[in-house]
């Protein structure tokens, strides 16, 4: 064992893995702390720039040059895209494939995490005003024209009004005021802050939809636009703005994108962008599946965990792929803890009030906190390729409070933590203070191998403590349900994308009213207005709101400093451990610039597969 351990870390040596470089920091304008391995000798392409031809302002990239044609196919985990409205994703499968067919007015800079123009040509911050300007000439899929109209129309009628997912519109919001929009001209809008607002620029990085197709279904409501662009929808009736459009839908077997060409980018010889005619998902069950099909070269790009990493390293040089280490992943893993006592009209919104004493007991979830064996996770489930994490920003968060050092497993203090509330053992059994014996149900998507070890895992470090914990994993749509509208569930084992330069962008999750405030969920019932509240959940609303109106990184870093305290302090949230994100991609594909920000194939428009190299 100890030999093996010793070749392990000697590939994590190899891959970077145990280096963290931090970059010159800029926080003012967030060029900053991005951490990164072997990718730092990679040579990004410059900026884009705006060339105007024939009347049409294209973006340029400045990438090499490549060839025309062939196909890249990934892989997703799951049931496959359950929307194909960008305006109302809940899940990352259905973000990332709506991302592929809208742009927004504004992008993130892959290599520093500048905010740059997308489908703006430019922008323009004066005071509380930003003003953007969108490129002249671009067109929908349907060849009709892309103007400020559309602008309008997707941020007032559908950001603002909040359909859909109301994440974006809550992310916007100051001091309970949105911003105003007024169209300048038929390429030109003006919005306006109600007082300086730091993470708005973010914000506009929000896809653009059309309002010809769109309206119709917005106009009549909250119901028909969430059943809009579902995966029923005919490929050949969405109009849309990306790189791709949907050429082909095969439920719980395959999604496929082709080449748009009214896209709106060009390359260095000014020839359309891009270079794929598909991108092909392939829609797998679970991480084993995945693995199978990248090696009987059915999918293209991998990422490995755990054990896998060491195996595809070794084989590597005699392979046709290549491995890239991204650093720390920039999402979250973590269990999370039901501490709602509400009850809606029906009384089905409830939590068993036993259970209900348990939870929201600080006592309870510290003692499940120093219970959990995070050391062991990273070893044996996840191989050493990881670290524990016990902060709610990601291990590349800018904003990362270091002073959070965590602790490691110790079930002696979980047993006195317990003892303070009441809590007793009798033949190995956990009783609380009314004799009941606690028991409660532990959740977690199926197919997701690696949540379910770590299910495993919990399961047992909790019953050694003489609780009974019934582990549950369950389809992906059936645990947002539960979490989201039925209320009915315990614990559960979850994930959070993030971004590691923007904590506002979480807004929706620890503000007391967001939509993804999950330990402690708002009724969707407008009418019902029994709703407690935790004294630190109003300092986390606090926290946010302060925030978002500081200018500087100075001035913002202590209060998002300060949420992390109160989570890890809390612990509606117990996070669990951070993987690093280990990628491996066909050796055939050009113009892969990895991005500890922005993943492998986020530049899909530039990439192209060269002859038959290997």
Not at 191 to 210: G, K, N
Not at 276 to 297: C, M, P, Q, R, W
Request: hydrophobic content about 35%.
């Amino acid at each position: 064992m100890k030999k093996i351990l010793n070749i392990i870390f000697v590939l994590l040596l190899i891959l970077g893995i145990c280096k963290l470089v931090i970059k010159k920091d800029i926080p003012e304008t967030y060029s900053s702390k991005i951490p990164s391995s072997q990718i730092d000798s990679i040579v990004y392409p410059a900026q884009g720039k705006t060339v105007t031809i024939n009347g049409i302002d294209y973006l340029q990239s400045q990438a090499p040059a490549g060839k025309f044609g062939g196909e890249l196919v990934i892989s997703t985990i799951g049931e496959g895209p359950k929307t194909f409205n960008p305006c109302n994703t809940k899940d990352a499968t259905s973000s990332s494939m709506a991302g592929i067919l809208y742009d927004g007015l504004l992008t993130t800079d892959p290599t520093n995490g500048e905010v740059i123009p997308q489908m703006a040509k430019s922008f323009v911050i004066n005071g509380n005003d930003y003003i953007i300007t969108l490129r002249n000439g671009l067109k929908w899929t349907d060849g009709k024209p892309i103007t400020s109209d559309d602008i309008i129309y997707t941020y007032k009628e559908i950001v603002f009004a909040g359909l859909g997912n109301t994440a974006s519109r809550d992310a916007m919001m100051i001091r309970g005021k949105l911003p105003k929009l007024e169209k300048i001209d038929n390429y030109t809008v003006k919005f306006t802050t109600p007082a300086p607002f730091a993470p708005f620029l973010r914000q506009l990085t929000y896809p653009i939809v059309p309002k010809h197709y769109f309206k119709p279904y917005s106009d009549k409501g909250d119901s028909v636009f969430n059943a809009f662009l579902n995966p029923n929808t005919s490929p050949k009736q969405i109009v849309s703005s990306g790189a791709f459009k949907l050429k082909e839908y095969v439920a719980a077997q395959r999604v496929v994108f082709e080449r748009n060409p009214n896209y709106y980018k060009i390359n260095i010889n000014d020839e359309k962008l891009p270079y794929l005619d598909k991108i092909i998902y392939l829609i797998v069950g679970d991480t084993n599946n995945e693995i199978l099909k990248f090696e009987a070269k059915e999918i293209d790009v991998l990422s490995l965990r755990g054990s896998n990493v060491a195996r595809y390293k070794i084989k590597e040089p005699d392979s046709d792929y290549k491995i890239y280490n991204l650093g720390a992943d920039t999402g979250t893993l973590f269990l999370v803890v039901n501490l709602s006592n509400r009850k809606n009209k029906e009384g089905k919104w409830n939590v068993d009030p036993i259970k209900q004493n348990w939870f929201r007991d600080k006592n309870f979830r510290t003692a499940i906190d120093w219970a959990i064996d995070r050391i062991g996770m990273v070893q044996n489930i996840a191989q050493g390729v990881a670290e524990p994490l016990f902060t709610a920003e990601s291990l590349n968060s800018i904003y990362l409070n270091k002073n959070i050092k965590g602790h490691q497993q110790d079930k002696n203090i979980s047993k006195e933590y317990l003892e303070k509330s009441g809590f007793y053992l009798k033949n190995g059994v956990l009783y609380d203070k009314g004799g009941n014996r606690v028991e409660f149900d532990l959740y977690t998507n199926a197919g997701a191998l690696e949540r379910e070890s770590i299910g495993v895992m919990i399961k047992q470090d909790l019953e050694d403590l003489g609780m009974k914990v019934n582990f549950k994993p369950v389809e992906f749509n059936s645990l947002v349900n539960k979490l989201s509208n039925t209320n009915d569930w315990d614990m559960a084992i979850m994930g959070l994308t993030g971004s590691p330069l923007e904590p506002h962008d979480g807004k929706n999750v620890w503000l007391s009213t967001g939509p993804l405030h999950l330990f402690n969920q708002r009724p969707q019932d407008a009418a019902f207005n029994d709703i407690h509240f935790y004294p630190w959940e109003k300092e986390l609303d606090e926290m946010f709101e302060e925030g978002a109106l500081k200018l500087s990184f100075a001035e913002r870093k202590p209060l998002y400093d300060r949420y992390q305290e109160i989570i890890y302090e809390e612990k509606p949230i117990i996070y669990l451990y951070s993987p690093i994100r280990i990628t491996a991609i066909r050796k055939k594909f050009k113009n892969i610039f990895p991005s500890a920000l922005s993943g492998l194939v986020y530049n899909i428009d530039e990439i192209f597969i060269k002859g038959e190299e290997q």
